[in-house]
T-cell receptor, first 111, second 113 residues
């Protein structure tokens, strides 16, 4: 089944403790991205990647890092999480001409 | 710049009522336009799309027409069901930037029996 998977689905952590949210897609898509969803703000893009070793900032990149060492994986890294990063995070992938396929979401709470 | 503006919700309708969710966009060039739906507790799923002016996207009884003259892509359904309760996102994709999407803030729809 064509899909985007994310792990973990739920995470509660404390301020300053580094964490990584993994994202993997099995559709051989070139383009992958991370979004955060907050009430009243909709979806905002954090980072995107147009292919392996090619990443760029989206609209709200502060406090986040990403890497794209393999085509299928696009992890999101929070080096020092803060409470304002409490949010619902979605990974997504796509190819030119296609719509975006979203992962199931990761609900992160930073205390 | 590029942006998408949706009507603010929440929207509450009775079953079998007519639905319109307005969406307008700002973009350079000729974007593709999309509607995504998010059911409670789930990720976003593609509902329909249109890639050029005057195209009509349709799926599951929903329709939206790409109107270049009014820069709009309003979502409509003639008779909503309780199962249509969800959050709906309008989005655009600019071809010149490859595959970068811009989303609206989402409109929450609740359909009551």
């Amino acid at each position: 089944e064509a899909q985007v998977t994310q792990n973990p689905r739920y995470l509660i952590t404390v301020t300053g403790k580094k964490l990584t949210v993994t994202c993997s897609q099995n559709m051989n898509h070139e383009y992958m991205s991370w979004y955060r969803q907050d009430p009243g703000l909709g979806l905002r893009q954090i980072y995107y990647s147009m292919n392996v070793e090619v990443t760029d900032k989206g609209d709200v990149p502060e406090g986040y890092k990403v890497s794209r060492k393999e085509k299928r994986n696009f992890p999101l890294i929070l080096e020092s999480p803060s409470p304002n990063q409490t949010s619902l995070y979605f990974c997504a992938s796509s190819s030119p001409g296609l719509g975006v396929v979203f992962g199931p979401g990761t609900r992160l709470t930073v205390l | 710049g590029n942006s998408v503006t949706q009507m603010e919700g929440p929207v509450t309708l009775s079953e079998e009522a007519f639905l319109t969710i307005n969406c307008t966009y700002t973009a350079t060039g000729y974007p593709s336009l999309f509607w995504y739906v998010q059911y409670p507790g789930e990720g976003l799923q593609l509902l329909l799309k249109a890639t050029k002016a005057d195209d009509k996207g349709s799926n599951k009884g929903f329709e939206a027409t790409y109107r270049k003259e009014t820069t709009s892509f309003h979502l409509e359904k003639g008779s909503v069901q309780v199962s249509d309760s969800a959050v709906y996102f309008c989005a655009l994709r600019r071809r010149v930037t490859g595959n970068q999407f811009y989303f609206g803030t989402g409109t929450s729809l609740t359909v009551i029996p």
